[in-house]
């Protein structure tokens, strides 16, 4: 379970993949959502990866 750290790192190291404008949310362009987007993703991934350590004893 510990790669879904990854995903995070995986998401943002490209920046040129979101480095634009459309499509926009609420009026926030792309580059800033897709970011914001990312703090309760990752929050959740660690809590995920968290629990499953509790639960195989790894602390």
């Known amino acids: ?7 995070p ?7 040129p993949f979101y480095n ?3 499509p926009a949310l609420f009026g926030f ?3 800033y959502w897709y ?8 929050a959740l991934l660690i809590w995920i990866v ?3 350590g509790l639960r195989r ?3």
């Open 20 to 22: 634009r404008a459309l």
């Open 1 to 7: 379970m510990k790669f879904l750290l990854a995903l």
């Open 29 to 31: 362009p792309f580059f």
């Open 35 to 42: 970011q914001l987007v990312w703090v309760p993703v990752t």
């Open 9 to 15: 790192f995986i998401g943002l190291l490209w920046v």
């Open 57 to 59: 004893g790894e602390q």
């Open 50 to 52: 968290y629990r499953d």
